[in-house]
């Protein structure tokens, strides 16, 4: 039993992996209602921009997180009342957790009108077209498709967790011991990480061959939707996550000590003898943790910096780096200043620095510390590759954290996404045409 003590953590103790799970799926039920509650608030009104049937949505949403919440508390409750937080106990009574996640999925099943029924209806059908990378028109629900499967990237270490409790549950394994997150083999652990990411890619592509198409008929005038570029963009954007996957997988596979015939797969075998070249059939390798360290760091933070910018360019429509640009340029040494404003859309000299002249929430604070965060959120899961901060940043508690970051990160970055959006579309969603951050901050005070 020492063993078992020394291998649970102590938050495996108070929340052990089903729990986690749990929690974060209530959270976003959670956050989703907070979402659509201030949206609405700013005459945001987001069920028009994903083309579903305006109402108060948030209160059904709402209703349905309360109903998931309770039995969550009641459940750990009489865990921690079983368990007294003890490695044994928590082991033999993997029931409760089980149970409720059992029922949590009946909750979201349940035909009650009262639960959001009809949004978990829209939710289902989503899932099912986006599933496979699917994408709907414009008009037609696009934006909704949008944003969900940018949310599964956001939730795709808590997929790989879910898949861990189901294969641990099923396998002879406690769900409430030490995770396995390899269990079912290697090749799963990669795979369901990059589910959400080919789903965009998919998405990205399937957006530029629409633009394509549509030019070469004449549907469409390249004059004002270009030529698909970027979408092309944003798929290699999502395609930057893939390196920092395969860089990791190959961390759990080889290590100091050696190479592990055990561990082969044929994910393992692709990756390692087409990508790196580095490895002999049934050889020893000789690991250098420091240089596999610097590899992910550099990839890492490629990914991160990269999807930073899409946040504030191109998803928050953002002006900053544009400004930065102009601001930089005016101060060259040469004097070379642009020859006209209007050669940038997006430069608005009247508009606080590095934002839109318009926009639909109250204050420029808030828009500069959502940016700030973003920056930070996106870059914390840098620090998990340094090699001085493996013990800290491998540990259970620590990756938790790091998803409620990232859970959060994706929370502040809806509201900007769907204002963004209701702008493009000349105030949709709005009650009338887009309205300025004046006329806002007059109707506030």
């Not at 396998?171 to 965009?200: E, N, W």
């Not at 963009?233 to 395609?239: E, G, R, V």
Request: aromatic share 14%; net charge neutral; proline share 5%.
């Amino acid at each position: 039993m020492a063993l078992v003590d020394r291998d649970i953590s102590t938050i495996g103790l108070v929340l052990p992996l089903p729990y986690r799970v749990a929690v974060l799926i209530v959270a976003a039920i959670w956050g989703w209602g907070l979402n659509l509650h201030y949206l609405s608030r700013r005459k945001i009104d987001v069920p028009a921009l994903i083309n579903y049937p305006s109402g108060a949505h948030y209160e059904s949403t709402y209703r349905l997180a309360a109903l998931v919440t309770a039995p969550l508390i009641f459940s750990l409750l009489l865990f921690w009342t079983f368990t007294y937080f003890q490695a044994e106990r928590v082991i033999a009574w993997q029931i409760l957790p089980l149970s409720y996640l059992a029922a949590l999925l009946v909750a979201f099943l349940l035909p009650l009108r009262q639960l959001a029924i009809r949004g978990r209806q829209r939710f289902f059908a989503t899932f099912l077209r986006i599933s496979y990378g699917g994408i709907a028109h414009a008009g037609e629900g696009k934006f909704g498709d949008i944003i969900l499967a940018d949310v599964l990237t956001s939730y795709s270490k808590i997929i790989v967790d879910v898949f861990a409790v189901i294969c641990m549950a099923t396998s002879r394994q406690s769900c409430t011991a030490k995770p396995d997150r390899i269990c079912g083999g290697v090749s799963a652990f990669p795979f369901l990480l990059l589910v959400p990411t080919v789903i965009r890619m998919r998405q990205c592509y399937t957006e530029y061959a629409r633009v394509r198409d549509g030019v070469a008929d004449g549907s469409l005038d390249s004059n004002r939707v270009g030529w698909g570029g970027q979408h092309l963009a944003n798929l290699i954007k999502y395609a930057t996550a893939i390196p920092v996957v395969v860089l990791s997988v190959l961390q759990l596979i080889v290590e100091p000590s050696g190479f592990d015939p055990s561990h082969w797969s044929v994910f393992y075998l692709w990756c390692v003898s087409h990508l790196w070249g580095f490895l002999n059939a049934y050889q020893d390798i000789a690991y250098d943790s420091l240089t596999s360290s610097f590899y992910r760091i550099i990839a890492a933070l490629v990914n991160s910096l990269y999807s930073f910018y899409w946040d504030v360019a191109k998803d928050w429509d953002i002006p900053l780096f544009s400004s930065l640009h102009t601001t930089l340029l005016e101060r060259h040494p040469s004097g070379y200043k642009p020859l006209s404003t209007a050669i940038s859309p997006t430069h608005e000299p009247t508009a606080p620095f590095g934002l839109r002249h318009t926009r639909l929430f109250p204050g420029t604070t808030t828009y500069y510390t959502v940016i700030v965060v973003d920056l930070f959120l996106r870059l914390s899961w840098v620090y998990k590759f340094s090699p001085h901060l493996d013990y800290f940043l491998d540990s259970e508690g620590m990756i938790f954290t790091l998803e409620i970051f990232e859970v959060f990160r994706r929370w502040l970055w809806i509201f900007l996404r769907v204002e963004a959006e209701c702008i493009r579309h000349g105030g949709v969603g709005t009650g009338g045409g887009a309205i300025s951050l004046d006329v806002l901050d007059q109707s506030d005070d």
